[in-house]
């Protein structure tokens, strides 16, 4: 089944204590990207990758880190979180053609006490 | 720049249709999509269309665009229960694989 996998689904840490959310996809696409979904702003892109080692920042990337090491990987780095970064997150996956239908993963919500 | 608009919230009877308006400003907008989010899970895409067309049409959905206003609706027809989600509308460049996504429209379908 074509799919986009992240993990942890929730998660509630302290401020500081560095996570990492993994993505995964299997449908071999080049891109991905990461959003953050919050109330009354929509999704916002955090970075996304165009390819093997091929990272760049989106609109809000402040506080992130990525990298993308294998095709099918792009996890997400907080290396020392904080309460602003309270949000429901996104993996999402695409081939680079015209339409550009996006696949999303289930969503990861973060909570940063 | 580029933005996307969209209300926030939209209630209608079951059974009546629906229409989810949205306003973006790049005109140089190549396809313009329709996700949904259903409560606790990721978006899917509905429909999408490319900017030389004015209409789609697929089983209950209609989307139309209008480019000279940079206007995009989605009509669903006889709304059900299980269309209740949030809706977004989303834009993407020729010039960028980047997709631009509104704040989404919140559905409630009364029964």
């Known amino acids: 089944e074509a799919q986009v996998t992240q993990n942890p689904r929730y998660l509630i840490t302290v401020t500081g204590k560095k996570l990492t959310v993994t993505c995964s996809q299997n449908m071999n696409h080049e891109y991905m990207s990461w959003y953050r979904q919050d109330p009354g702003l929509g999704l916002r892109q955090i970075y996304y990758s165009m390819n093997v080692e091929v990272t760049d920042k989106g609109d809000v990337p402040e506080g992130y880190k990525v990298s993308r090491k294998e095709k099918r990987n792009f996890p997400l780095i907080l290396e020392s979180p904080s309460p602003n970064q309270t949000s429901l997150y996104f993996c999402?996956?695409?081939?680079?053609?015209?339409?550009?239908?996006?696949?999303f993963g289930e969503g990861s919500r973060l909570t940063v006490l | 720049g580029e933005d996307v608009e969209q209300s926030l919230f939209l209630s209608v009877r079951e059974g009546d249709s629906s229409v989810i308006n949205c306003t973006y400003t790049d005109s140089s907008s190549t396809y313009l999509y329709w996700y949904k989010q259903e409560p606790g899970a990721g978006l899917q895409l509905l429909t999408y269309?490319?900017?030389?067309?004015d209409m789609k049409q697929d089983q209950r959905l209609t989307v139309l665009l209008n480019k000279k206003d940079k206007h995009l609706s989605l009509r669903i027809a006889d709304t059900q229960t299980g269309d209740s989600a949030i809706y977004f509308c989303a834009e993407s460049m020729d010039s960028s694989y980047k997709l631009i996504f509104g704040s989404g429209t919140r559905l409630l379908v009364r029964p």
């Open positions: 999402a996956s695409r081939k680079l053609d015209r339409t550009g239908e996006l696949f």
């Open positions: 269309i490319f900017s030389n067309m």
